[in-house]
């Protein structure tokens, strides 16, 4: 068996209304913040929001909004130059997963001598960071509870992975209310984009029985909740349990590496600026059918936690019917099930193949794959 290791020094609040004390975590690590958020979240007055509970509380605090869809490095260093000048103590990131890692990124390059180009280039943080605190507003982010940061390059649009200072996430807020706003098909695709990095944490070689068993309940949650919470976005149930499933992949994944899928989509997502839940989607049952073999058990242990029956006997027929309950699911969510679909070139993806092989976690893949492998699953997606 392999050996587990695992820390979260950050603090996990969950639950419905649980934002409401923000003023009193913030208490904790400092007076002066910057909220790290997207302009979007003015429409469901998330913002107005969180900035009614700083006030209460009587905190300092400076709106940083800019972080844009597809953003890159260069809104960190706008945001690096707000923090310095306003002496920030606490960075608050409030929003999906783009916002959260530039949030964070910001609260890893403020108390540094240079800029976050320093770090894309592989030196490390050496001094303290400030102290960061997370707020999700989607129920996905597989980086919330490891100190890995996902940046798109602005000089040359390549998403890169690096490491900030240790334990650099103070705690997590997780209110699944704040879901509640999500439009119908973009709460879809984050939910499959959770179930991706769910599956390929638990497929991974450097799983254990500890994550298995938080990715394994994220697995079911979504297998049980997934349709409800995209047909009935008022049912507040369903979001309290994909945002949990959310918390149990992240939770997973602080033993355990995500795979194939997350890698090509963040290399795709990146360079293309195709929104990288979409990619998810098309890539999951590629990703799947590729380790039948190496991981039949684990697979078919997917179908049956998302609740597909069969009647067939060995684990590789029962993996196979699964991946076909999977891409039914997909398909009646009305999800992108090819890459074609998403107005890519297949001559593109040569250079995308290489990006995504560079990632740390294609190192921990249940079954080895070539870059010529990786590029005839692209084919087969495509």
Same mark, same amino acid.
């Given at each position: 068996?392999?050996?587990?290791?695992?820390?979260?020094?950050?603090?996990?609040?969950?639950?419905?209304?649980?934002?409401?004390?923000?003023?009193? %975590?913030?208490?904790? /690590?400092?007076?002066?913040?910057?909220?790290?958020?997207?302009?979007?979240?003015?429409?469901?007055?998330?913002?107005?929001?969180?900035?009614?509970?700083?006030? &209460?509380?009587?905190?300092? /605090?400076?709106?940083?909004?800019?972080?844009?869809?597809?953003?890159?490095?260069?809104?960190?260093? *706008?945001?690096?130059?707000?923090?310095?000048?306003?002496?920030?103590?606490? +960075?608050?990131?409030?929003?999906?997963?783009?916002?959260?890692?530039?949030?964070?990124?910001?609260?890893?390059?403020?108390?540094?001598?240079?800029?976050?180009?320093?770090?894309?280039?592989?030196?490390?943080?050496?001094?303290?960071?400030?102290?960061?605190?997370?707020?999700?507003?989607? $129920?996905?982010?597989?980086?919330?509870?490891? *100190? *890995?940061?996902?940046?798109?390059?602005?000089?040359?649009? +390549?998403?890169?992975?690096?490491?900030?200072?240790?334990?650099?996430?103070?705690?997590?807020?997780?209110?699944?209310?704040?879901?509640?706003?999500?439009?119908? &098909?973009?709460?879809?695709?984050?939910?499959?984009?959770?179930?991706?990095?769910?599956?390929?944490?638990?497929?991974?070689?450097?799983?254990?029985?500890?994550?298995?068993?938080?990715?394994?309940? !994220?697995?079911?949650?979504?297998?049980?909740?997934?349709?409800?919470?995209?047909?009935?976005?008022?049912?507040?149930?369903?979001? %309290?349990?994909?945002?949990?499933?959310?918390?149990?992949?992240?939770?997973?994944?602080?033993?355990?590496?995500?795979?194939?899928?997350? !890698?090509?989509?963040?290399?795709?997502?990146?360079?293309?600026?195709?929104? &990288?839940?979409?990619?998810?989607?098309?890539?999951?049952?590629?990703?799947?059918?590729?380790?039948?073999?190496?991981?039949?058990?684990?697979?078919?242990?997917?179908?049956?936690?998302?609740?597909?029956?069969?009647?067939?006997?060995?684990?590789?027929? &029962?993996?196979?019917?699964?991946?076909?309950?999977?891409?039914?699911?997909?398909?009646? @969510?009305?999800?992108? +099930?090819?890459?074609?679909? $998403?107005? @890519?070139? @297949?001559?593109?993806?040569?250079?995308?193949?290489?990006?995504?092989?560079?990632?740390?976690?294609?190192?921990? @893949?249940?079954?080895?794959?070539?870059?010529?492998?990786?590029?005839?699953?692209?084919?087969?997606?495509?």
């Amino acid at each position: 068996m392999a050996d587990i290791s695992f820390s979260i020094p950050a603090k996990i609040r969950f639950g419905l209304d649980v934002v409401n004390r923000i003023g009193t %975590i913030i208490s904790e /690590y400092g007076e002066r913040v910057l909220l790290v958020t997207e302009a979007i979240l003015y429409e469901g007055k998330v913002i107005e929001r969180i900035q009614g509970l700083l006030e &209460k509380k009587g905190v300092q /605090y400076i709106i940083f909004d800019e972080v844009v869809p597809n953003a890159t490095s260069s809104v960190i260093d *706008d945001g690096v130059t707000l923090a310095r000048g306003s002496h920030a103590e606490v +960075v608050i990131g409030l929003g999906g997963m783009r916002t959260l890692s530039v949030a964070k990124c910001i609260a890893m390059t403020a108390p540094e001598s240079g800029d976050i180009d320093d770090f894309l280039s592989g030196v490390r943080p050496k001094n303290k960071p400030l102290a960061y605190i997370e707020i999700p507003t989607t $129920c996905r982010n597989p980086f919330m509870l490891v *100190d *890995d940061y996902l940046v798109t390059d602005s000089k040359d649009r +390549v998403a890169r992975i690096g490491q900030s200072q240790k334990n650099i996430t103070r705690a997590v807020i997780v209110d699944p209310k704040l879901t509640v706003t999500l439009p119908a &098909k973009y709460a879809a695709t984050t939910i499959i984009d959770t179930l991706l990095a769910a599956v390929e944490g638990y497929i991974s070689n450097r799983s254990n029985h500890l994550s298995d068993t938080f990715l394994t309940g !994220a697995i079911e949650l979504i297998g049980k909740t997934v349709k409800q919470a995209v047909e009935q976005p008022e049912d507040i149930r369903a979001r %309290i349990n994909t945002s949990m499933a959310g918390v149990l992949t992240a939770l997973g994944l602080t033993m355990s590496k995500q795979g194939i899928g997350a !890698a090509l989509a963040y290399a795709i997502n990146g360079r293309f600026m195709v929104p &990288k839940s979409w990619l998810s989607s098309i890539l999951l049952p590629h990703v799947m059918e590729y380790n039948i073999n190496s991981s039949a058990d684990k697979l078919a242990r997917i179908g049956a936690l998302m609740g597909e029956e069969t009647e067939a006997e060995s684990s590789v027929e &029962k993996a196979a019917g699964g991946i076909e309950g999977i891409r039914r699911l997909i398909s009646s @969510l009305g999800l992108p +099930v090819r890459l074609r679909d $998403c107005d @890519l070139e @297949l001559d593109d993806m040569i250079d995308i193949v290489g990006t995504a092989r560079s990632y740390d976690m294609m190192n921990y @893949l249940p079954r080895i794959i070539s870059t010529e492998d990786l590029y005839e699953l692209v084919k087969t997606a495509y």
